[in-house]
Each structure stands twice: as C-alpha cells, then as structure tokens.
C-alpha cells in the first residue's frame, strides 16, 4: 500500500516538473523623460530610434532599459552635460503593464 501511494506521488512530482510555468512579463505602456535641461524628450527618442531601441508597448525588460538610459546619458554628454547620471523609475499599471519614467539622478 505504501509502495502505490510513493509511486503515485512520485509520478505526480516527474509530471510536474516536465510542466512549465509561463510568466508573462508587463508590458511598457509609457515611457517618460522628465526634467532634461537642454535636451527635449523629442531629441532623445530620435536617438533611441537611430539606435533601434523601441521601449513603449514591448514587454519589460531591465537590459533594454539599462541601455535606453546609458543612450541618454550618452547623449547628455554630446550636449555639454557630460557626468549627469539618469536613472529610471518604474510604476505598475494594473492589470499587468508599467509605465517607465527617465529623469536625471544628480
């Protein structure tokens, strides 16, 4: 009676660990720039596109983010803000969407 009851838990666990669980990642909504002196929000999503960086409406992704934002700080030191660090911020949008906010650190 134990050996069924142990093979049947062990069938059960070999099922389980061949299923696999699919977590879907939030989707970027919005993607803002606030507070950039000198350089417009136009100017640096020129720039993400010349460098085929699509943020809005792709799913989260913290490697794509961190490029975007050493593209803008890139860009800030083309435009005589050389140092000025940028960092991001990130708010949930319920059901399962962000939104993406790109401001200067210092």
Known sequence: MRFGFLVLILTGASWLSGQTVSVKAPLVRSVEFKNFRGVSA????TRLNDRDI???????NAQNL???QTV???????????GVQVKQSVTKI?????????????
């Open 54 to 60: 699509q943020l809005v409406e792709r799913p989260y």
């Open 66 to 68: 961190q490029t975007a």
């Open 94 to 106: 319920p059901p399962n969407a962000i939104r993406v906010t790109f401001s200067p650190a210092n």
């Open 42 to 45: 136009t100017e640096i999503v």
């Open 72 to 82: 803008v700080e890139e860009l800030l030191a083309e435009k005589g803000q050389s």
